[in-house]
């Protein structure tokens, strides 16, 4: 991409949206950063625009706050057992991103657009795992969607930052990064989701290690 771009964040408080939110602020590449999010982020930055959605299944509100996008980072996710049932969980993982994903299409043509998936996930639609399923499922249908660019990443456990790790978070990600270096810190998710984004490549996967890669060859830069 030419210039500085205009990126949206959807997920903007969570772990992953985080991470892209502080990383893209901190990016000279990036000129503006629409955080998406259903309560106030909790810091100001002169690229930043704190943007609300109290119904992500139905963001027809903030569908003017989707024009002139060159990149949407969507991060917006959950655990089938935080999500109470396979109802709820399908309307997160699937109708959330596919609602966004047709605004996008219209508002902003050109865009690309980079999901937040999870290994395992299995488009064919033959898994007998739910999360695998559904992810799968979301993942076949934005292909579908006349998305122009699309980057699927599909980490396994995301580390999050020292700063928003609890004893039990931490514990988890030492036996993640133990297990066959499956889990990949935050912030690395985030500039290789970047990174991939600003680049010139078709859309494609990004696994684990894509991701790190390209996080490697990321600029670096702090807040």
């Given at each position: 991409m030419s210039g500085p771009v205009r990126v949206v964040v959807f997920g903007a408080t969570g772990t992953s949206g985080s991470a892209v939110v502080r990383q893209c602020l901190a990016d000279d590449r990036v000129a503006e950063v629409r955080a998406i999010t259903r309560r106030p982020i909790g810091f100001g930055h002169r690229k930043l625009r704190d943007i609300h959605c109290h119904d992500f299944a139905h963001p027809e509100s903030i569908a003017h706050q989707l024009t002139n996008v060159d990149v949407c980072f969507f991060c917006l996710g959950t655990s089938r057992r935080r999500a109470g049932s396979v109802a709820a969980y399908r309307e997160i993982t699937l109708t959330y991103p596919l609602v966004?994903?047709?605004?996008?299409?219209?508002?902003?043509?050109?865009?690309?657009?980079?999901?937040?998936?999870?290994?395992?996930?299995?488009?064919?639609?033959?898994?007998?795992?739910?999360?695998a399923k559904v992810k799968g499922e979301a993942e076949q249908q934005l292909a579908d969607n006349g998305v122009k660019r699309l980057f699927v990443a599909r980490p396994w456990y995301i580390r999050p930052p020292a700063t928003r790790r609890g004893p039990g978070v931490a514990l988890r990600g030492a036996v993640g990064a133990v297990l066959l270096g499956l889990a990949i810190d935050a912030d690395d998710l985030a500039r290789g989701m970047i990174e991939a984004a600003l680049g010139d490549e078709p859309g494609h996967l990004l696994r684990n290690r894509e991701l790190r890669a390209l996080a490697a060859r990321y600029p670096s830069a702090s807040l």
């Open positions: 966004a994903s047709d605004i996008l299409v219209e508002r902003s043509p050109d865009h690309t657009f980079v999901h937040v998936s999870a290994a395992g996930a299995d488009p064919t639609g033959r898994s007998l795992l739910t999360y």
